[in-house]
Every structure is written in structure tokens, then in C-alpha cells.
């Protein structure tokens, strides 16, 4: 079964740092751009930022660029989105999602092919 597992969530406090790793399981990571999204209470899921499967390309959203960094390690088959100087605006739910292709999409696509379950991320302030 085809499965995505994010973790590392939780709550920290105005202007720190948590990573959330995605992990796969029942397939390989090394031939897909991946994804992460955050949706919160009453708004829309948004991209966040994606990687490459090569890890060569990156994007990421106006909002978090300078802050967040993405990266990947395919021999873990884990993926992994840094999250510094953290605000309460970041305060969501975090997806990790696989699209079936090695470059990104626009950052504004949804239209992923495996999604995770999501892992809470809560800034205080």
C-alpha cells in the first residue's frame, strides 16, 4: 500500500523551529516531486514548497521563503521541511503529498497523486 507518514508536529513558541519529516512506505520516493501544504482552520490548503526528485529544484511559497527549507533523502525515503523563525501564522495543518512526476508543479496545485494524513503544527505567541 502506497502511504505517506507525516510527523513532527507540535506546539512551539513564537519564533522557533520544528523539522516535520514525510516518510513513505510501500513505494519509492526517488521518482517524485514532493510537496508540502498546510491548511488551516477556515481556509484553503496552500502550498508551502516542493522539491524535486533529484532534490535539485526547490520552490517555495512568498511566505516562508528565507524561513522554511525543504530537503530530501532517498535512501530514507523520507522527505523533510525545516521550519525556522516560526509565527503564529504558520499555525496549521501540515500535508506532505507525491506527485508522480520528477519536477514540481506550479506551487498553487493541488493535484497531487498521494497525499499523507497530516501532522499539527501549533505557534504560540
Known amino acids: 500500500q502506497l502511504q505517506l507518514v507525516e510527523s513532527g508536529g507540535g506546539l512551539v513558541q513564537s519564533g522557533g523551529s520544528l523539522r516535520l519529516s514525510c516518510a513513505a512506505s510501500g513505494f519509492t520516493l526517488d521518482y517524485y516531486a514532493i510537496g508540502w501544504f498546510r491548511q488551516a482552520p477556515g481556509k484553503e490548503r496552500e502550498g508551502v514548497s516542493c522539491?524535486?526528485?533529484?532534490?535539485?529544484?526547490?520552490d517555495y511559497a512568498d511566505s516562508v521563503k528565507g524561513r522554511f527549507t525543504i530537503s530530501r533523502d532517498n535512501v530514507k525515503k523520507t522527505v523533510y521541511l525545516q521550519m525556522n523563525s516560526l509565527k503564529p501564522d504558520d499555525t496549521a495543518r501540515y500535508y506532505c503529498a507525491a506527485y508522480f512526476r520528477q519536477s514540481c508543479p506550479s506551487l498553487g496545485s493541488l493535484n497531487y497523486n498521494r497525499w499523507g494524513q497530516g501532522t499539527q503544527v501549533t505557534v504560540s505567541s
Open positions: 522539491i524535486s526528485s533529484s532534490g535539485i529544484s526547490t
